[in-house]
């Protein structure tokens, strides 16, 4: 029995002898799906498999396999078989192609794609040209490219896997908020320029023809 106070008067109430059981926390009981940051994973052994059916990569994959695209040009350019080995034309091919194709023209993030794109990754077949390789096999075989880029991209619209259209530059003029008399064209401003320079020059002159009158 303990006594406490309720209302200035003292009661006598029954004391609580019932034992708090500690539950455990319901992290340790809940059921997580299986998280193992470190395990090995079984890829599959075909590179092809990791992209679905249908997808760019595997169309320009088979262009350039099947022969539609000619690179009978790029190949006859190496004449000599000293040196150190470069990359397969039909590597940089497909990277170059798909890398327009999908809106990626700089070397440095062509080849950051190798890396982190599992579509560049299969049509480089895990392989990672750097991007110096890949800006010297664009400058050395530039116009066999350019055929190449244009005949690939034909077809992939024909495929209906890329969609081309025309950029238009308008030369309309507008009216706008500023004053007329300082808007000038071109050849004004080449004349404006001569004729600021001759005064520059005028000015100079006439500046220093005090200081020799003194000099005298």
Known sequence: MVTAVAQERLVEVEADETVVVDRAAVGEEKTFWPYHPDQVLLMAPVLQEWIPEGDLAHFVSDLVESGTLDLSAIYDSYEEERGYPPYDPRLMVKL?????????????????????????????????????????????????????????????????????????????????????????????????????????????????????GRAG
């Not at 990754?121 to 990672?128: I, V």
């Open 96 to 212: 170059l192609v798909y890398g327009y194709a999908s809106g990626v023209m700089s070397s440095r993030k062509l080849e950051r794609a190798t890396y982190r794109d599992v579509a560049v990754r299969m049509l480089c077949a895990d392989q990672h040209p750097d991007y110096r390789s890949i800006a010297r096999f664009r400058k050395r075989h530039l116009d066999a490219l350019g055929e190449l880029f244009a005949q690939a991209l034909r077809l992939c619209k024909q495929a209906k896997l890329v969609g081309l259209g025309s950029l238009a530059l308008d030369g309309t003029k507008l009216r706008a908020n500023a004053s007329r008399h300082k808007a000038m064209s071109y050849e004004r401003m080449v004349t404006k320029e001569a004729a600021g320079g001759r005064d520059h020059r005028a000015a100079s002159e006439r500046r220093r023809a005090p200081a020799r």
